[in-house]
């Protein structure tokens, strides 16, 4: 499902899903007030036009019915890992945020 998400935001690009990373799935953010609950997981998919394999970072949200087919998840962030990545977001994009440098 967050290759479904990568693939429609990058139409020029097109990854398989390979494998899940176990070792490296982890679920670190719990929110019960307004969203239940949200996963990151890393995950290996394969590049169709040249076939190298990468790992992407999914932020996963548990927001469905879990009989949905998906357990219940919804993908809400999906990129590759890489020196451009920071948390799961290309740095550029985290760029573009201004981070306070004292608190008023």
């Known amino acids: 499902m967050a ?4 693939n429609k935001n990058h139409p020029d690009e097109q990854y398989q899903f390979i494998k899940v990373r176990l ?8 929110y019960r007030l307004q969203d239940p609950h949200h996963t990151h997981m890393n995950f290996m998919a394969l590049d169709v036009k040249t076939g190298l394999e990468k790992t992407f970072f ?4 548990m927001f469905n019915d879990v009989d949905d087919g998906n357990s219940g998840f919804v993908a ?3 990129e590759i890992v890489d020196g451009n990545s920071a948390g799961g977001r290309r740095i550029n994009y985290l760029q573009r945020w201004e981070i306070p440098t004292r608190l008023l």
């Open 58 to 61: 999914a932020e996963l949200c």
């Open 23 to 30: 070792n490296e799935v982890y679920s670190f953010i719990e």
């Open 76 to 78: 809400t962030a999906c």
């Open 3 to 6: 290759l479904v998400l990568y």
